[in-house]
């Protein structure tokens, strides 16, 4: 299984994902690239800016309208 296909697998339980949870469970950097790639399928995909001190990331998840 590719690593698309692992995050997809992973979103569709209902969890959010951030790039620092993906490398750590998938070993990808680049998370982005792959939410384009999940997104080209045809899945809608929830993005959410979050800030942790003065850090700013994107935390993914599937919309409620693409859950199976």
């Not at 969890?15 to 993906?22: A, D, G, V």
């Not at 998938?26 to 080209?40: E, P, T, V, Y």
């Not at 994107?58 to 199976?68: H, I, N, V």
């Amino acid at each position: 299984m590719n690593q698309t296909e692992q995050i997809l697998n992973y979103l569709r339980t209902g969890q959010s994902l951030t790039p620092l949870e993906c490398l750590n469970r998938f070993q990808c950097f680049r998370l982005g690239a792959r939410i384009w790639d999940i997104k080209k399928m045809g899945y809608k995909v929830e993005t959410e800016l979050v800030r942790q001190g003065n850090k700013k990331f994107a935390s993914y998840k599937l919309s409620k309208e693409t859950l199976f």
